[in-house]
């Protein structure tokens, strides 16, 4: 009886089966777990693994580390390996170039808007002369798109863009965020507007800036409009190492965001994190400090090792007894004299009981320690080992292509996120400028290799 009324009152009991649920109840309305507290995860309590307070896994917190812009500068300035992990990614993508593209798919449906091919009123079709006048059309579509894209690669030659552009995003990399004001002049005496690209007169110049000479000011804080929570206004105060060529009236002004490239770091929320500069992201070498730091030490050690390699050793009857009875440093003495005798007439002048040798410092498993300290730096860099070390691939018919091809892509990867978008706005400027609108376009990055 007590076990038919346990069916009955168990929502499991259907059917005469106490195993299963009726459908639509639950086996455990109250939502309240069973039994004692329950752990997601495996413990074992002989060896501790899993336990608070016996497992040190447990014990480990992760503590991002903190890296300044100035300290930026001096990883970039004054570490060799810091240098080429800054450099290796923009200098390499600017080696190759930018190039300035019409469309050939545009271009041609130009050309046919030009060339007016059809029948003439009064005259019988003639295809053979539609076509001359097409293939006219088109080659004169090409020939002045060819004379667009020689203007704007000139004109970015002119304003210094890559140089800029090279400085820019090294310090990105170095610092955690830089900028390229633009030398647009659109006839605005305030900054504060953005660039009217209706009313532009001249573009000289471009003038790359750290991340210290500015502060964001006030945002786009409408959630309905593009561009929400990025920075609108931007206060720019340049340091400037001296005094001024002439007096500055303003010493810090405001600049509308339309007039500024900006390459923010590596930003991972929209808040500020430890060590982040307002409106700024972090610098590379946040994640590969540590990793940076243990490779620079341990090749310390091993160069500190080196000068320990060969340890000179000196063995004499009652050796112990007589450094009991010497009293008055006599041993002493006579070690700094074999010594001396050594530096100078590079001789050994011991007794026939005594005996003088070296022993050397053994190092077995150096080599594949440092081997994978390597490996493991190059993983946190983000770069192949022989691009980071600049050694040649070890191995039998090695050529190091699978490296290259690896360092293509990281370098296609930076100049699509970090360049091409910058090449573009400064494109379209020098359009908007010279009045010229070839239709569809492209900034595009050179091959890294020649074919």
């Given at each position: ?108 449906a130009l050309a046919d808007a030009y060339g007016a091919g059809g029948e003439r009123e009064g005259e019988d079709p003639d295809p053979d002369a539609d076509e001359d006048r097409l293939d006219a059309a088109r ?313």
């Open positions: 009886m007590a076990g038919e009324d346990q069916a009955k009152s168990d929502p499991r009991a259907g059917n005469g089966q106490a195993t299963r649920f009726i459908k639509g109840k639950s086996g455990n309305p109250s939502g309240k777990a069973k039994g004692g507290m329950r752990a997601d995860h495996f413990l074992q309590a002989l060896n501790g693994l899993g336990v608070q307070g016996r497992d040190r896994r447990l014990g480990t917190q992760l503590v991002t580390p903190v890296v300044s812009p100035d300290e930026g500068i001096e990883l970039w300035r004054g570490n060799a390996i810091g240098g080429r992990v800054v450099e290796i990614l923009p200098k390499e993508a600017l080696r190759a170039g930018y190039e300035f593209c019409v469309s050939e798919e545009e271009g041609g080659r004169r579509m090409d020939a002045e798109s060819k004379d667009v894209a020689e203007l704007v690669s000139d004109k970015w030659e002119e304003i210094g863009l890559p140089n800029a552009l090279t400085f820019a995003t090294c310090h990105e990399r170095a610092t955690g965020g830089a900028a390229v004001f633009l030398g647009a002049d659109d006839g605005a005496t305030d900054l504060a507007a953005p660039l009217n690209l209706e009313r532009l007169r001249s573009f000289e110049f471009v003038t790359a800036l750290e991340q210290q000479d500015l502060t964001p000011e006030y945002y786009y804080a409408d959630l309905r409009k593009p561009r929400y929570g990025e920075t609108a206004l931007w206060r720019v105060q340049p340091m400037i190492p001296g005094q001024s060529e002439k007096p500055v009236i303003i010493p810090n002004m405001l600049v509308h965001e339309s007039r500024l490239l900006i390459f923010p770091g590596i930003r991972t929320s929209r808040r500020a994190q430890l060590g982040q500069m307002l409106g700024w992201g972090d610098s590379i070498f946040v994640r590969i400090k540590q990793t940076l730091a243990d490779y620079d030490l341990t090749w310390g050690a091993v160069c500190n090792l080196l000068q320990e390699i060969r340890i000179l050793w000196m063995k004499m009857d009652g050796l112990a007894a007589a450094f009991a009875q010497d009293e008055g440093g006599v041993i002493a003495e006579r070690f700094k004299a074999l010594n001396l005798a050594r530096g100078v007439l590079g001789l050994n002048v011991i007794d026939k009981e005594e005996d003088i040798g070296h022993s050397v410092v053994p190092f077995t498993g150096v080599p594949e320690m440092i081997k994978e300290l390597t490996t493991r730096l190059a993983a946190d860099c983000d770069l192949p080992v022989t691009v980071l070390m600049g050694i040649s691939p070890g191995g039998l018919n090695a050529t190091g292509e699978s490296d290259l091809q690896l360092l293509d892509a990281r370098t296609q990867a930076f100049a699509q996120a970090k360049l091409t978008p910058a090449y573009r706005r400064v494109s379209e400027i020098i359009l908007a400028l010279e009045k010229s609108k070839p239709g569809k376009w492209t900034c595009e990055l050179k091959p890294l290799r020649q074919q």
